[in-house]
């Protein structure tokens, strides 16, 4: 069956830290893979994707994602966080037109 | 401009009860999405409309029932609500789904609580 795995469920870091959150996924076939942050209180927002192309992909916020097809990954990476990058961090992957799947989710905690 | 709004934003209701949640999207995509976000924060999808027309619907209870009069709406309606339904119902779109999507645009989500 098709999954997104992430398997860091709370991070805890200091400001100006860097960071990763690892995404695994399970799919044998093209994939596009996505990171959602859901900020407290506010809706899902897309900060990067991947169809094709370099695997390394930047997104807003100074947010980037490396696609390793042998590892089957996608993690997300910053390398100095900020108090307000605070929210929950959402990987998913879409198998198949239309059928997007999500991670189980990260909560980010920042310390100022 | 609300690009995908929902209403109500909050939502609490008995056991029992028949309650409808509305999506709307002012972006002209094709495809509208209900996914529903438990607890866990663990999002699942539940429904998808091209066109007004069904693609995707998961394991779900009849008790739940989506309805899109036009490619801008899906509505939600759920009958017989249960304590089980408590959580965030997220409505989605994408601007087509056979083409795969350039990204999905949520609306800011329906907190449901049933007591």
């Known amino acids: 069956a098709q999954s997104v795995s992430q398997h860091n469920h709370h991070v805890i870091l200091s400001e100006a830290a860097s960071l990763e959150l690892g995404c695994n996924y399970s799919?044998?076939?093209?994939?596009?893979l996505f990171w959602y942050v859901q900020y407290p209180g506010q809706h899902l927002q897309l900060l990067l994707k991947?169809?094709?192309?370099?695997?390394l992909v930047k997104g807003i916020k100074g947010f980037e994602a490396e696609f390793i097809k042998s590892k089957f990954s996608f993690n997300l990476r910053k390398p100095s966080v900020q108090w307000s990058d605070t929210a929950e961090y959402f990987c998913?992957?879409?198998?198949?037109?239309?059928?997007?799947?999500f991670g189980s989710g990260t909560r980010l905690s920042i310390r100022p | 401009d609300t690009a995908v709004s929902q209403t109500p934003k909050y939502l609490v209701t008995q056991m029992g009860n028949d309650k409808s949640i509305k999506c709307e999207q002012n972006?002209?995509?094709?495809?509208m999405y209900w996914y529903k976000q438990d607890s866990k924060k663990f999002l699942k999808i539940m429904f998808s409309?091209?066109?007004?027309?069904?693609?995707i619907n998961e394991t779900v209870p009849n008790r739940f029932s989506p309805k899109s009069p036009d490619k801008a709406h899906l509505n939600l309606h759920i009958n017989s609500l249960e304590l089980g339904d408590s959580a965030v119902y997220f409505c989605a779109s994408s601007q087509n789904w056979d083409r795969g999507p350039s990204g999905y645009t949520f609306g800011s989500g329906t907190r449901l609580t049933v007591v």
């Open positions: 972006l002209g995509h094709d495809t």
């Open positions: 998913a992957v879409l198998s198949s037109a239309s059928k997007i799947i």
């Open positions: 409309y091209n066109n007004k027309e069904l693609i």
């Open positions: 799919y044998g076939g093209t994939v596009n």
């Open positions: 991947y169809f094709s192309g370099d695997p």
